[in-house]
């Protein structure tokens, strides 16, 4: 199984960026999907989760009302629109996925299978 990242940049403050997970090999009973990222000097961090099912998605607070996560199944996608971006929003972003049951906690980095090589994310004020 591989994760690809992509859609990162450079971009001022206020801008939007569209950030974009393709998955490959197998995907058969892949569940959720995730969205992280690590800022230099600091801990990887939780920005977003949403379900297979898309039924059920998670935003951390700094980021709620301002990203909106989303998948395409059948496509084997994923998606992070980020809008409004501010310079604390730089870091190298990384979409993750679990297979099987999810007990979560949809935050917890541990609780994905599957990582991809991370996108860089550049917010200028």
Partial sequence: VQLQASGGGLVQAG?????S???SGRTFNMN????FRQAPGKEREFVAAISWSRESSYY???VKGRFTIA???AKNTGSLRMNSLKPEDTAVYYCAAHWGYFRGPYASAKEYDYWGQGTQVTVSS
């Fill in 15 to 19: 801008g939007s960026l569209r950030l």
């Fill in 21 to 23: 997970c393709s998955v």
């Fill in 32 to 35: 959720y999907m995730g969205w």
């Fill in 60 to 62: 951390a607070d700094s």
């Fill in 71 to 73: 998948r395409d199944n």
